[in-house]
């Protein structure tokens, strides 16, 4: 029982430690509570977390070794840094006509469970986690069997969940009081911060290969 306490408590501070450093998921549930409300920040979670999942399973099967190679590295960077650079040049095109005023059928076009999911496998560093630190915490986990690995992952996404419903909970209490011009210079930061990212993938992607 006190192992698994261990692994509990274990996963849910190593996932919130990684929840609360500034990425593209996190400017993604900014943009998507202005829009959505504050279940942006849990459908994006789930998007997230099933992603999660996959991978999991994936990585128990042997694919945690191949995703260290640094060709690989340089290919998850370039695909995700060109699928940022789009959803940012998408957000920026659409600027003009964003209104906290939304009429039914006006949400954006990627609902929160796939953004959650895209812009999570669109960054290389999520997938190298998993390779390293997630893989090497679901070794120890695995010491305890399958509930071991189970707790480890249900600890894990909710400390996500925590974290995101707590991002976009804030965020949606301010909403009244942001006007439409304020909406849009906040979503055009938060398309900036996305392009940013992905030239900062694209790059990093570079020099893997540089290094090969």
Partial sequence: MLELMMIAGG????????ACMPGPLLTVTISETLRRGPWAGPLLVLGHGLLEAL?????????GEWLQRAEVFALLAFIGGGLLLWMGGDMLRGLPRLSLTLNPGEQARIHPIAAGAL?????????LWWATIGLGYMV????????????FYLFHILSD????ALVSGSVSLGR????????????????VFLV??????????????SNL
């Fill in 161 to 164: 969940l925590a974290w995101y």
């Fill in 119 to 127: 812009v999570s496998l669109a960054n290389p560093y999520f997938i």
């Fill in 55 to 63: 991978l999991v399973v994936l990585v128990l099967f042997g694919l």
């Fill in 11 to 18: 996963s849910f501070v190593l996932g919130l430690s990684g």
């Fill in 196 to 209: 940013g990212f992905g030239g900062y993938f694209g790059w990093r992607g570079i020099l893997a290969i």
């Fill in 176 to 191: 009244n009081l942001i006007s439409d011009r304020a909406y849009r210079w906040m979503v055009g930061c938060c398309a």
């Fill in 140 to 151: 120890v986990a695995n010491q305890a069997g399958v509930i071991g690995l189970a707790i």
